[in-house]
């Protein structure tokens, strides 16, 4: 394998050389030079063993591997920089209001799933982060009484179930007093 060139693509005199003559070249000079360059490859690359062949990959996956370890670390590294700059920035200018907007957003985050450990001891509409809103939507097949988010025939999947009507509940009297 010949031996590979150390300032390849560096700004030495040879490389500023070849890009002011690839600058100064016509197209039908640069294709003509380019099929001249992939004649020479072929029959060189049909000249070497399987060996070779395999060493010659082997060797490009490694070098391509490294170049692209090298970049990610840089830029890495970089993305560090920047953001242990930016944020005693973003604290300095978080004002008192952004903060406690911050702060509840993360509560809210955290009752996501409150659901599903319900304690009916708790009275959640004191908790500022609940939203359970008010019943002010009516279903238009069942008349049932639904919140407002709520979606449509959620109650009785758009009259596909059918309760029967509930009858006039009992006047019960208690202590004088009548109620229903």
């Given at each position: ?9 560096r ?6 050389a070849?890009?002011r ?7 039908e ?6 099929e ?67 702060l ?20 959640y509409?004191?908790s ?7 019943v ?15 979606t ?12 029967p ?7 019960q ?6 109620y229903?």
């Amino acid at each position: 394998m010949p031996r590979r060139k150390s300032n390849l693509g560096r700004r030495t005199r040879g490389a500023e050389a070849v890009r002011r003559v690839i600058a100064n070249q016509t197209e039908e000079e640069r294709a003509s030079a380019n099929e001249r360059n992939r004649q020479r490859m072929a029959q060189k690359r049909a000249k070497e063993t399987a060996e070779q062949r395999a060493a010659r990959l082997e060797d490009a996956r490694l070098r391509a591997r490294r170049s692209r370890s090298a970049a990610l670390n840089r830029l890495r590294s970089q993305q560090n920089e920047r953001h242990r700059l930016r944020v005693p920035e973003r604290l300095q200018r978080k004002t008192a209001d952004q903060y406690q907007t911050q702060l509840r957003a993360q509560q809210s985050r955290d009752c996501h799933r409150l659901a599903f450990q319900y304690n009916p001891a708790d009275d959640y509409s004191l908790s500022w982060h609940i939203l359970i809103g008010t019943v002010t939507e009516v279903c238009p097949y069942c008349k049932a009484l639904k919140f407002n988010a709520e979606t449509k025939g959620m109650c009785c999947v758009a009259r596909k179930i059918k309760l029967p009507q509930l009858g006039e509940p009992p006047e019960q009297e208690v202590s004088g007093k009548h109620y229903l």
